[in-house]
């Protein structure tokens, strides 16, 4: 308090002193001395003693003799000077603060027991200039002026008196007095045996406080200090009032009997023979049972890693016990969950906050997820509500930020984490650590929030760590764990430092407060607690005195056995909390993540100018000219640049999604609790990042495209590159959900490109693969696994065979190839077999090779109707060693070249309608023209490397086959089930030809979804902590 609020408050003592003919007593000059020993200690408080009586003689001699000053409106001068001074010092006093000066200056003007009419109008004025509302100024006034309660509102006060037991008549007589007749109303009561006299206690509402009175001749204590009967004391949060032979009287017993009738339904949270133990471990939760109600604030104390989060994680329904129930109004918490669903809350330790988003935004589609039935205007005024509760008003606008980049400070962070859960009113709420890392009077905000909520009637549970006096005291109940897992305290926090004093046997052990300023040390029950045996040599040892098992035992015996719960099923509170469906949840998930990217403006930027970008520095050192002018044709370089298109386009899509859910894990954590779908959680991030790849593929696509005059294929580009980039969303999701740090996932994201690199069909050829690996008839699986080698097939396949010139000619040039190569290849191969063949017999040699030979011509003779509309050979099954004969070769070398001459006459037919169309081109555009028209669309070493052109080996013997190598992308494939060589031109699935490029990109499709449905069920979180679980396993054995 300011020195000049303090005078000014003098001021007013002085002046109502003043009215008092009679002067000042020696018990009102106590009451001014009680006061300034709040605010002064020592030297002060006599130096401010001195300027009370300076001003009390100013004023006796100045206002008494100034009764005929004019004064506007005839105003007395002392009320006029009252609220003078009123004004001045209230625009520094907090509304608490003006309440505790009125009830002094009341106490004042009645210790002589007489108030005049000036005082009265003395203390009416100070009320009024403090703006202290008629009826509590009526229930103050009479409160402190009379010794009954007839004429203050009965919903304000509570009588606390006794039952006699133990005194005689004429003791207990005399120790009640006649000064004071008992009160019997109907209001609240609290009984307490053997306290003689009365207790009154009224109910502030606007400060949320409590004064009392004691009638009585006890000698009764608060914070140490002697009660004076008939004084006013304010009762603080976390006050106990002590006396001889009576049991203590808690402020939250006080608390409790005020809330009886604003709460409608009650919590009663158990907990019976509570285990929990980790695997193959003894650390955990001993047994343990407990009885809390609504209207507490329970906190939880302990050493580092005594298991208070574990505890914490079990009470919620997080970690189920071992052994034992926890029950919320009889209903057990893990056999009842729908049923208790939306009464827990929890706020973890860690921020739960959208960085991107504002204060007002983190609650309203908080909000819009908790209450399906809430209007849009509802959800707005429940928001606004909150933030008046949380004080944030005013920043309610900023952007959240994150604790490197702060927008608001470390204590409104912690409210509003805490405003996300208290904004669906949960019954029962647990926080972890809630004035971690917060300063002194920022954890006193929160846990006046806390305390708020308590008085709404919520049962609040928080583990606290070295809490301060005034934090210490706001605990109605204190539960205390030792290394191991070891409850050794439920209880009164005050009666906490008792209990370990008197185990520990320390001298001052009745002594829970400090004498002379009434601070709690908290920390004190932890040194207790955790205290070393000293050796000869006067150092502490690493052993105890006191193990954690000696504790627990004695908590046993001393408080645990006094616990009684009954098994009893009560109603439930009723809860505004309904989630929506889960297209809402979609809805609402989507439009929160897009308002957070957009915030963004870092990302935005970076990630629409990386495509286009990307796409210019590959487009243009991919822009290979010979001569002066770039010609399309003529570009060596194409190949490479669509390869490395689609490795962007996956490596894109895996970073731009690869920390979207590890960034929300804490966030999901939370929600956890309100059982929201995971599916539009997750189908929310995929159709925004779905959209952001197609945004990303067509601006990479037109940029590279224009750089490289790719004509007519922006859309078949677009769709190739937009499905790659999806699978690479789908992966960055996958690992994003299943990996635990954002290094985990970057140093695994090469790991998964690196692969696609290799075996994409672009840099190493698979027939050069290892041995073990390559398949000289198909790609091999390892290759088909592979997303790149689909996009990469699919863009050159459609590059050549669709481009508008190519289209043109395509059908007779794959009539020609395959003649080419029967003729030229295949026809002459088999010929040399079977000379090979009858010269062996003839020689009789090498019989192996002549048996293997003909199994290959045989072979080769039987598919050949299967593939082409041609007769069978009649003699196939002679083509035996034990059957074969010159004359079965002379036939076999006649069907030979009867196949020949059909495949020539195929050949000769598809280039005459090739020439003729050729020339109908020409008559119609020009030589020239067409030139133009085939550099423009058709390239060279596209059709290289879709021809094998340069391959000197056009067909290999394998598995007793032959297997053709020459112009791959005119050769249709024989599988049945969609398997081909690389560069197919078509797929066939059930006997039906598919164009590649469709096949290809629904295989992608397909392994995207595939890996959906493993993102849905989290498949790869599950076999990692399978691994680990597994790990841990053999290391405990």
């Known amino acids: 308090m300011s020195e000049s609020i303090l005078n000014a408050l003098i001021h007013l003592f002085a002046i109502v002193a003043t009215l008092n003919v009679d002067g000042v007593s020696q018990r009102g000059r106590k009451i001014v001395e009680t006061y300034l020993r709040r605010y002064l200690d020592g030297e002060l408080l006599f130096e401010y003693l001195k300027v009370f009586d300076n001003y009390l003689d100013f004023y006796h001699r100045e206002l008494r003799g100034s009764e005929d000053v004019d004064l506007p409106e005839n105003i007395p001068i002392i009320s006029f000077q009252t609220t003078n001074v009123c004004r001045q010092i209230k625009k520094e006093l907090l509304r608490d603060e003006r309440i505790i000066v009125f009830l002094q200056l009341l106490e004042f003007i009645n210790e002589d027991n007489i108030v005049t009419p000036e005082e009265l109008d003395f203390v009416k004025t100070v009320a009024v200039t403090f703006n202290i509302s008629d009826s509590e100024f009526s229930n103050i006034k009479a409160f402190i002026l009379e010794t009954t309660m007839e004429?203050?509102?009965?919903?304000?006060?509570?009588?606390?008196?006794?039952?006699?037991?133990?005194?005689?008549?004429?003791?207990?007589?005399?120790?009640?007095?006649?000064?004071?007749?008992?009160?019997?109303?109907?209001?609240?009561?609290?009984?307490?045996?053997?306290?003689?006299?009365?207790?009154?206690?009224?109910?502030?509402?606007?400060?949320?406080?409590?004064?009392?009175?004691?009638?009585g001749q006890l000698n009764l204590y608060l914070e140490g200090h002697k009660i004076v009967p008939e004084r006013a004391y304010f009762l603080g949060t976390g006050a106990i009032i002590k006396g001889p032979n009576i049991e203590s009287i808690y402020y939250s017993d006080i608390v409790n009997k005020f809330m009886e009738t604003e709460v409608t339904t009650k919590i009663v949270f158990t907990g019976e023979d509570v285990e929990f133990r980790f695997r193959k471990s003894e650390n955990g939760?001993?047994?343990?049972?407990?009885?809390?109600?609504?209207?507490?604030?329970?906190?939880?104390?302990?050493?580092?890693?005594?298991?208070?989060?574990?505890?914490?994680?079990?009470?919620?329904?997080?970690?189920?016990?071992?052994?034992?129930?926890?029950?919320?109004?009889?209903?057990?918490?893990?056999?009842?969950?729908n049923k208790l669903k939306g009464l827990i809350g929890f706020v973890p330790q860690d921020d739960l906050l959208i960085e991107e988003l504002t204060v007002f935004q983190n609650l309203f589609y908080n909000a819009k997820l908790c209450f399906s039935d809430y209007t849009r205007e509802e959800i707005v005024q429940s928001v606004e509500k909150i933030l008046a509760d949380l004080d944030l008003q005013e920043i309610k606008h900023l952007k959240v930020g994150n604790p490197l980049n702060k927008f608001i400070s470390g204590g409104q962070r912690k409210r509003l984490n805490i405003g996300l859960e208290l904004l669906r009113e949960p019954y029962v709420l647990f926080i972890d650590e809630p004035t971690s890392g917060l300063s002194s009077s920022d954890s006193e905000k929160v846990m006046h929030l806390l305390k708020d909520q308590v008085r709404k009637g919520k049962l609040v549970i928080a583990n606290i760590h070295q809490p301060s006096s005034d934090i210490f005291r706001m605990f109605d109940r204190l539960w205390i764990?030792?290394?191991?897992?070891?409850?050794?305290?439920?209880?009164?926090?005050?009666?906490?430092?008792?209990?370990?004093?008197?185990?520990?046997?320390?001298?001052?052990?009745?002594?829970?407060?400090?004498?002379?300023?009434?601070?709690?040390?908290?920390?004190?029950?932890?040194?207790?607690?955790?205290?070393?045996?000293?050796?000869?040599?006067?150092?502490?040892?690493?052993?105890?005195?006191?193990?954690?098992?000696?504790?627990?035992?004695?908590?046993?015996?001393?408080?645990?056995?006094?616990?009684?719960?009954?098994?009893?099923?009560?109603?439930?509170?009723?809860?505004?909390?309904?989630?929506?469906?889960?297209?809402?949840?979609?809805?609402?998930?989507?439009?929160?993540?897009?308002?957070?990217?957009?915030?963004?403006?870092?990302?935005?930027?970076?990630?629409?100018?990386?495509?286009?970008?990307?796409?210019?520095?590959?487009?243009?050192?991919?822009?290979?000219?010979?001569?002066?002018?770039?010609?399309?044709?003529n570009n060596k370089n194409l190949p490479v640049y669509l390869f490395m298109s689609i490795v962007v386009a996956l490596f894109m899509g895996l970073t731009v999604s690869a920390e979207e859910i590890i960034r929300d894990r804490k966030i999901l954590e939370r929600e956890s609790f309100l059982n929201l779908s995971r599916i539009s959680y997750l189908n929310s991030k995929i159709v925004y990042l779905f959209a952001f790849s197609a945004i990303q593929a067509l601006s990479f696509v037109l940029v590279g495209n224009a750089i490289l005059e790719i004509k007519g294929m922006i859309f078949s580009y677009w769709a190739i590159l937009f499905a790659t980039a999806c699978f690479g969303n789908m992966v960055g999701l996958n690992i994003s959900s299943g990996l635990d740090s954002v290094v985990s996932i970057y140093i695994l994201i090469p790991l998964i490109l690196v692969p696609q690199l290799l075996l994409g069909g672009a840099m190493i050829h698979f027939d050069d693969l290892h041995k073990n690996l390559t398949n000289k008839h198909y790609v091999p699986i390892v290759g088909d696994i592979m997303t790149t080698r689909w996009a990469y097939e699919a863009m050159l396949v459609q590059q050549f065979k669709n481009n508008k010139f190519e289209k043109l000619f395509y059908d007779f040039e794959q009539t020609t190839s395959t003649a080419g190569y029967y003729t030229s290849f295949w026809i002459p191969n088999l010929e040399t077999k079977l000379d090979e063949c009858q010269r062996n017999i003839?020689?009789?040699?090498?019989?192996?090779?002549?048996?293997?030979?003909?199994?290959?011509?045989?072979?080769?003779?039987?598919?050949?109707?299967?593939?082409?509309?041609?007769?069978?050979?009649?003699?196939?099954?002679?083509?035996?060693?034990?059957?074969?004969?010159?004359?079965?070769?002379?036939e076999t070398n006649g069907f030979f070249y009867f196949v020949k001459m059909q495949f020539n006459e195929l050949a000769l037919e598809a280039n005459a309608r090739k020439d003729q169309l050729f020339e109908r081109l020409t008559d119609s555009l020009g030589n020239d023209e067409v030139f133009k028209f085939k550099q423009q669309f058709y390239n060279k070493k596209i059709a290289d490397i879709v021809t094998n052109r340069n391959e000197l080996r056009k067909i290999y013997e394998d598995e007793d086959q032959l297997i053709r190598k020459k112009?791959?992308?005119?050769?249709?494939?024989?599988?049945?089930?969609?398997?081909?060589?690389?560069?197919?031109?078509?797929?066939?699935?059930?006997?039906?030809?598919?164009?590649?490029?469709?096949?290809?990109?629904?295989?992608?499709?397909?392994?995207?979804?595939?890996?959906y449905f493993a993102l849905l069920f989290d498949i790869l979180r599950k076999i990692i902590t399978y691994f680990e679980n597994m790990k841990l396993r053999k290391t405990n054995i």
């Not at 006699?164 to 003791?171: A, D, F, G, Y």
């Not at 030979?853 to 196939?876: A, C, W």
């Open 481 to 633: 764990l030792d290394k191991g897992g070891y409850p050794i305290y439920t209880g009164n926090p005050i009666d906490a430092v008792v209990y370990f004093k008197k185990i520990n046997a320390q001298v001052n052990a009745a002594e829970s407060e400090c004498p002379r300023c009434g601070n709690v040390n908290p920390e004190q029950i932890l040194h207790i607690v955790e205290s070393k045996k000293i050796d000869d040599f006067g150092v502490p040892v690493q052993k105890r005195k006191i193990s954690p098992e000696k504790w627990y035992h004695t908590y046993k015996e001393e408080i645990e056995s006094k616990i009684t719960i009954e098994e009893k099923t009560g109603d439930l509170p009723e809860s505004n909390f309904k989630i929506p469906g889960t297209n809402k949840q979609f809805v609402t998930y989507s439009i929160r993540n897009l308002l957070a990217k957009l915030t963004n403006k870092q990302y935005l930027v970076i990630y629409l100018l990386e495509a286009p970008l990307l796409a210019f520095i590959l487009g243009y050192f991919s822009k290979y000219i010979s001569g002066g002018d770039y010609i399309f044709g």
């Open 151 to 215: 004429h203050i509102e009965k919903d304000k006060v509570l009588v606390i008196d006794k039952q006699i037991k133990e005194w005689s008549e004429t003791i207990a007589w005399f120790m009640s007095g006649e000064k004071h007749k008992a009160e019997t109303s109907k209001g609240k009561h609290i009984f307490k045996e053997n306290l003689y006299g009365q207790i009154n206690v009224l109910y502030i509402k606007s400060i949320h406080s409590f004064v009392f009175r004691y009638f």
């Open 285 to 337: 939760i001993h047994k343990f049972s407990f009885k809390e109600h609504s209207g507490h604030l329970v906190g939880i104390m302990g050493g580092s890693g005594v298991g208070k989060t574990t505890l914490l994680n079990i009470l919620n329904g997080k970690l189920p016990p071992n052994n034992g129930k926890i029950k919320i109004n009889g209903y057990d918490l893990y056999k009842f969950k």
């Open 842 to 890: 003839e020689e009789n040699i090498n019989p192996e090779q002549t048996v293997e030979n003909l199994k290959i011509v045989q072979n080769e003779l039987s598919r050949l109707p299967q593939l082409y509309d041609l007769p069978p050979f009649e003699r196939i099954q002679d083509l035996t060693r034990e059957n074969f004969n010159p004359e079965i070769a002379e």
């Open 967 to 1011: 112009d791959p992308i005119f050769m249709y494939p024989e599988s049945n089930i969609g398997r081909a060589h690389l560069f197919s031109p078509v797929k066939i699935i059930n006997e039906r030809n598919i164009e590649t490029i469709w096949f290809n990109l629904f295989f992608i499709w397909l392994t995207t979804i595939v890996i």
